[in-house]
């Protein structure tokens, strides 16, 4: 999971993203007044995947004044908004995923992760591809085979949502922190019913 630093100056903002591009962009220009999907890519490191982008400017601009953001988002060219309005994030507390949030979509949380280390306090399970020369199989897995996974508890309430975070990123603190990704959810428990889960991708810390 990558760490992303949000811009406390628009100006700072504005420069970073209105970069012209890689280099073989030749159709975009820096510090033009438009903020193109390649420009947006550059700065993120991502290629192609346009839901990745949107959560990664989101989380960005997120320190930033409304009117701020306001200006950025007005910068974006037309593909771009298009993106910006179809994958914006969802800002929940842990306690109104499971009401509120919408399958497949990007999300911020906040809280505190604490860690489930032990497949006797967590068994839910996943599906994964996996491929046999030319052919391509669904199989089920427990979840924490993949994942470290944590429970994210609601400061608030008390509650906790379960975050699913790469085994190969570094642990997640046990502090408050802000994480970012696409909401998930786990194939039927043994009460037949689907739980939701978060994907991590992103993670700002205080």
Wanted: glycine share 6%.
């Amino acid at each position: 999971m990558e760490t992303v630093k949000p811009y406390n100056e628009i100006d700072k903002a504005i420069i970073s993203l209105d970069n012209g591009g890689r280099f073989y962009n030749l159709l975009t220009k820096a510090e033009d007044g438009i903020i193109s999907q390649a420009e947006l890519g550059k700065l993120g490191g991502i290629f192609n995947d346009k839901q990745k982008m949107i959560l990664f400017l989101e989380l960005s601009i997120s320190k930033l004044k409304e009117n701020e953001k306001e200006i950025i988002i007005s910068k974006l060219d037309e593909n771009l908004k298009k993106d910006y309005l179809k994958y914006k994030p969802q800002n929940l507390l842990p306690s109104e995923v499971n009401e509120k949030g919408i399958l497949s979509s990007n999300m911020v949380l906040t809280g505190v992760p604490e860690l489930i280390d032990s497949k006797s306090d967590f068994n839910g399970f996943i599906i994964i591809p996996i491929m046999t020369g030319k052919v391509t199989t669904l199989t089920l897995i427990p979840m924490i085979d993949n994942y470290d996974v944590y429970e994210l508890r609601d400061e608030k309430t008390s509650e906790t949502f379960i975050i699913a975070h790469s085994k190969t990123s570094e642990k997640l603190p046990n502090e408050k922190i802000i994480i970012a990704g696409v909401l998930k959810e786990l194939e039927k428990n043994e009460k037949g019913i689907k739980e939701k889960f978060l994907e991590a991708i992103y993670q700002i810390r205080n």
